[in-house]
């Protein structure tokens, strides 16, 4: 494709440098951003067990590698430092363990019923519930019960191979340390029963995790709690026979407990009754506790983890909150657009409508061109072929490349080129109107192809007094490429559906640059075109409606633009865009407190600007983050039918806005890939326009065109150049 | 441009257009400082095929290496290289077509001989008997071995050679002559082209499609055809579509689709084909070429991608410049590459093995540093093998070409023209 300079501007050395050394600044915030909100994620995602969680259970295996005395032997079984012996409860004595907590609802019930009987118990905990419930690890060791390990994310450990063991063990410890300052030297594994049930396969890995210093201990009366058979099955199926002592396991989480809460109250003063103590495990034993105090790196690496999980899960759950009301905005907006953009094409199609009487008036057109060398001729011919009475005043802003001198060489009539030292385009056009001879005035770009009957549909609602301006309808020439075509969509819908419905709403943000009329009175109250900000179009527009004019929307007048053909170009213009919306938002915020129709602009329009330009495309990558979560961990099945369902409703917005406009449908074939790349693009940029404001953007809000802070971080975005805000399909 | 504005879309654009984005000529105002229009594109090699053909020959060696499943979807080499095959099959179909089909097989069959030499020599050495292999066996067996003169069939080969713990691995022939059937692949395709072509030129959207369909026919199990012919069939029909987007290419049909068009409905194929593998996982997984509807859809929507945004490059750009001789290097060695890479990256085997000698080797500790990087020195390793045989063979090509023989044709010194 032939290269068009014209778009960079004239683009110095220097600046080439000093772009090529900021370059990556635009990239890293955004992408520090994402790698933490992805980190996050996971790590919650790890935490509850959808990521590298291992459901497998290892069938029975058979019996002959363990020794008999283990088999036969009591349910606490120390292979530490070579020895392989067991230990029995003394009589009356039961240790109560409960395995797979701490669970929020159901491990406070446990310790309360406990507490009421001054009994303690071993709460055999998971890594994973720890470090989600840490307090409530605090409070089961604070009332005297011991803790024990139960692995991080419960897995069969016959399984895992031995780094995976040391990992889990380490990982557990650490939830520990961190949530309550200590580490334990007991541990069960998970999906273990009795001592006769050690076979082939676990038998290794209780020898192993006994070279690691661990007593593990399993037990002799199993609740079966788990299967909700009922309180007096739960007892009888814990209680021992005979007085015998005995290690009893129920269940303090994993899903409702109720009848595990209830079945201790009763079984606790009963067995009491009976001479029974209920003790912790090193106290049935007679031991040195189980429990030791961590300090050093160690219990700060534990605070560390634990506040992170806490963070991520926060920050998760603010999130998850943060995307339901973005996407509830976004439906709505989708809707109250269907419904609105409808009522307007029905009004302004309706038959015999008319905005007033006919405007024939001739109108002053404005061309403000800055090395529009190669498109100039076209934009004044296809003036030329106008239906409606004009006269033309091309304002060469400094052209470096003869812009002025094609103009001139064309020799028409009614076209005259008024020539200034380059100062922008903001006063390219207050030369031109004041240079121009007519009360309307029509504004366009250097690169844009007018229709014939354009400037007359345009200036049409001029028949209304109490209409202002006018914004007229621009269209992508270029739409034959991929950005092309995304474009087109998105100009369709910035036009067919946006445009209708602020129109409607009487609150429109912008007038395109590209094409756009104006009521010289009008202008000349609010002071003409300001250099304020980086999108004058949007600052005029809304000085004009604080001003109490009415802003309406033209869909015949057609105006053919060629939008930016490389995602460094769409880039620049859209980070114009987007800096300079957000600047005129904030030179315009006084309208929030105003009386009279700036008032009612600065609370409705305003708003709504804010909210769906600067606010909601901030979050939208959200949707995107969880959808490829979901996509590689989640339901993937259930994400990709939920997006697709987004997808859907975009769909027929999209098509009913084609449809408005009469436009083939092909393009919304690329819709699909649109959503998936366009939309992250629009997000780094509007990002990148934030850090701009929020980084010192702000202190040199008057003067940021010319000292250039802003095209910095931005990339090319000279600081002369006239078009600074052209065509804007959107808001 | 300044007579740029006489094309548009007839329904929704006046009579004057609109603007157009990629000026056929480019009339370029005088006093611009606009760059020169480009010169009209000289008949050579294009850069960008080739490097893309570079790309697919180091994927395929990692992927042989590795054996990581996922770099098939990352870069689906087979279909890349049938496609960059398939459009000089239609530049060159300008000329007379048995000709042109004898100077393409001339070109094949010479490098396969004397690979075929080597490869059978050392399965005779191991006491493989052809007619006595349980899985080929008989007659038939011996009359297979043809396929390594003329693959019209992928060459026969013993599953198990040897025994466990020889110097090489007891599926060294598997390893050696499995891709061997890429040949046998191309030599079908090679034969098919004229046909193929007068068909692409009558009914080219159907023709290209029909692979898509048959492969959803005959590569889902829906029909089966059994044995080697099954095999062929299957591949013709996989990579069918490749070869006809080739043929796309260069008759110029691919640029007449919109952009828009063309990438658009290629990420709708493709993602039917990361659906359908999702759903007929291979026992690699992900590895597309166990799938080959996937593979198919794959490679098609990929290939589409990469011939659509086709720069035409006359010389590489930018970074890429400093690769300029390797590129050469492996695009007028392509086959030999391709031919020996598997045997060579066996061959890695018992050099490393020779490292567990040495005698800093002697802790445990450096012979398990050793063994967990066992894989990332085979791969160090297989370049230099690559070479040799380059050296060792390479000229093969040259002189099936009908060129005078070069030891290393990197386009250093202005050698040769380009191989077939």
Not at chain 1, 27 to 50: D, I, K
Not at chain 1, 334 to 342: I, T
Request: glycine share 8%; charged share 20%.
């Amino acid at each position: 494709m032939a290269s068009r300079t014209r778009r960079h501007g004239p683009a110095t050395p220097a600046r080439g440098g000093s772009q090529r050394r900021r370059l990556p600044m635009r990239l890293l915030l955004p992408m520090l951003l994402l790698v933490a909100l992805v980190a996050m994620l996971m790590l919650r995602g790890y935490v509850h067990s959808e990521i590298l969680a291992d459901h497998r259970v290892q069938p029975e295996a058979a019996t002959d590698k363990v020794p008999e005395k283990i088999l036969d032997g009591g349910p606490v079984i120390d292979t530490r430092s070579g020895r392989t012996t067991s230990l029995k409860v003394p009589d009356h004595h039961i240790v109560l363990t409960f395995d797979d907590g701490p669970d929020p609802t159901w491990t406070p019930k446990v310790l309360d019923v406990l507490k009421k009987h001054h009994a303690h118990a071993v709460f055999f905990v998971t890594g994973t519930m720890t470090s989600q419930h840490p307090d409530l690890v605090k409070r089961i060791v604070d009332e005297g019960n011991e803790v024990g390990l139960h692995t991080f994310d419960h897995p069969d450990l016959s399984y895992q191979s031995k780094s995976r063991i040391d990992w889990e063990l380490s990982q557990n410890q650490l939830a520990l340390a961190g949530a309550a300052g200590i580490r334990s030297s007991i541990f069960r594994p998970p999906y273990s029963s009795f001592a006769d049930a050690m076979d082939n396969k676990s038998w290794p890995v209780t020898q192993y995790i006994g070279t690691k210093g661990y007593l593990t201990v399993v037990n002799n009366t199993d609740s079966e709690d788990w299967q909700k058979p009922g309180v007096d099955k739960i007892i009888k199926n814990a209680t021992p026979h005979g007085g015998k002592g005995a290690v009893v396991l129920m269940h303090d989480s994993g899903g409702d407990r109720h009848q595990t809460v209830q079945a201790l109250d009763k079984f606790l003063p009963e067995m009491q009754r009976k001479g029974y103590q209920f003790d912790n495990l090193t106290e049935a034993l007679d031991a040195p506790s189980a429990l030791t105090k961590v300090t050093g790196v160690n219990l700060w690496k534990g605070k560390a983890w634990i506040f992170l999980v806490q963070a991520s899960d926060d920050i998760t759950g603010a999130m998850v909150v943060a995307l339901a009301v973005v996407g509830s905005t976004v439906i709505g907006r989708f809707v109250l657009m269907l419904l609105l953009s409808g009522i307007h094409a029905r009004r302004v199609r309706r038959k015999g409508f008319r905005w007033g009487p006919p405007v024939t008036e001739p109108v002053s057109v404005l061309v403000p061109a800055y090395n529009e060398a190669k498109c100039i001729e076209n934009t004044v011919r296809s003036l030329m072929a106008s239906e409606h009475p004009i006269e033309v005043l091309v304002i060469d802003d400094g052209s470096s490349d003869g812009t002025a001198r094609i103009v001139e060489a064309m020799g028409l009539p009614n076209v005259r080129v008024v020539r200034q030292l380059n100062a922008g385009k903001p006063a390219a056009l207050n030369r031109g109107l004041a240079n121009a001879r007519h009360d309307i005035i029509v504004m366009m770009d250097g690169d844009t192809v007018f229709e014939p009957a354009t400037v007359r549909e345009l200036v049409q609602p001029f028949g209304d007094p109490k209409v202002g301006a006018v914004a007229g309808n621009a269209k992508v020439g270029n739409r034959d490429s991929l950005i092309g075509a995304w474009q087109h969509i998105e100009y369709v819908m910035g036009f067919n559906l946006d445009r209708r419905m602020y129109d409607i709403m009487r609150c429109m943000p912008t007038i395109p640059g590209a094409v756009g009329a104006f009521r010289r009175s009008a202008l000349e109250r609010v002071g003409g075109m300001s250099d304020d900000t980086l999108a004058e179009d949007t600052d005029i527009t809304m000085a004009m409606h604080r001003d109490g004019w009415r802003v309406v929307y033209a869909e015949k007048a057609r105006a053919w633009t060629e939008a930016p053909e490389t995602v460094q170009q769409l880039w620049s213009q859209r980070y114009r865009w987007s800096y300079g919306t957000m600047q005129a938002i904030w030179k315009h915020r006084r309208a929030i407190v105003e009386k009279g129709p700036s008032g009612r602009f600065g609370r409705v329009g305003l708003p709504m600007v804010a909210l769906f330009m600067v606010v909601a495309p901030l979050l939208a990558p959200l949707i995107d983050i969880f959808l490829l979560y979901g996509v590689v961990f989640g339901p993937t099945q259930k994400t990709i039918v939920a997006w697709l369902g987004v997808l859907a409703v975009q769909a027929v917005c999209a098509a009913y806005a084609f449809r408005l406009d009469r436009e083939r449908m092909t393009h919304l074939i690329s819709l699909p890939l649109q959503q998936i790349l366009y939309r992250q693009l629009m997000y780094v940029v509007l990002l990148q326009s934030w850090i701009t404001a929020l980084t010192g953007g702000r202190l040199r809000w008057q003067k940021l065109r010319r000292t250039g802070v802003v095209e910095a971080p931005g990339g090319p975005v000279p600081s002369h150049r006239t078009r600074s805000s052209d065509r804007r399909p959107v808001a | 441009m300044t007579h740029g504005y006489t094309t548009g879309s007839p329904e929704s654009t006046p009579s004057y257009g609109i603007p157009q984005q990629r000026p056929l000529q480019p009339q370029t105002v005088p006093s611009s400082s606009q760059a020169p229009a480009p010169a009209p594109k000289k008949p050579g090699r294009d850069r960008y095929l080739d490097l893309l053909r570079s790309i697919a020959l180091v994927r395929v060696v990692v992927y042989h290496l590795f054996g990581w499943a996922w770099l098939s979807v990352l870069f689906p080499s087979m279909g890349v290289m049938f496609a960059l095959a398939g459009s000089l099959m239609a530049r060159s179909l300008n000329r007379p077509t048995m000709s042109v089909i004898r100077g393409r097989v001339r070109r094949l069959l010479p490098p396969l001989w004397a690979f075929s030499a080597v490869v059978l020599a050392m399965m005779f050495a191991q006491g493989w008997n052809p007619a006595k292999d349980p899985d080929n066996g008989g007659t038939w067996g011996i009359v297979e071995l043809f396929d390594y003169i003329v693959p019209i069939g992928a060459p026969p080969y013993p599953w198990h050679l040897g025994h466990a713990g020889g110097l090489l691995d007891a599926d060294w022939a598997d390893q050696a002559a499995g891709p061997l059937w890429y040949l046998r692949a191309y030599l079908w395709f090679v034969v098919a082209s004229p046909l193929l072509l007068w068909a692409f030129r009558r009914v080219p959207w159907a023709t290209l499609l029909a692979p898509l369909g048959l492969t959803a026919i005959v590569g889902t199990g829906l029909v089966t055809i059994p044995g080697e012919t099954g095999n062929a069939v299957t591949d013709f029909t996989v990579y069918g579509g490749c070869w006809v987007l080739g043929f796309a290419h260069h008759e110029g049909v691919l640029k007449r689709v919109p952009r828009y068009v063309a990438v658009s409905c290629s990420v709708f194929v493709m993602a039917f084909g990361l659906w359908w593998a999702s759903g007929h996982l291979g026992p690699d997984g992900w590895d597309l070429n166990d799938i080959p509807l996937a593979q198919a859809t794959w490679s098609f929507g990929f290939v589409v991608i990469l011939l659509q945004y086709s720069p035409s490059w006359q010389e590489l750009p930018g970074r890429l410049a400093k690769w300029d001789k390797l590129v050469t290097l492996a695009n007028n060695r392509a086959v030999t590459i391709y031919l020996w890479h598997n045997l060579l990256i066996m061959a890695t085997v018992p050099i490393i093995d020779q490292a567990y000698n040495l005698p800093f080797m002697e802790s445990d500790r450096a012979a398990s540093t050793l063994d967990s990087t066992y894989m990332l020195w085979m791969f160090v390793l297989v370049w230099p093998l690559i070479a040799l045989a380059i050296l060792a063979f390479g000229w093969i090509e040259d002189i099936a070409a009908k060129r005078s023989p070069r030891l290393w044709p990197n386009g250093a010194k202005r050698g040769g023209r380009r191989k077939g």
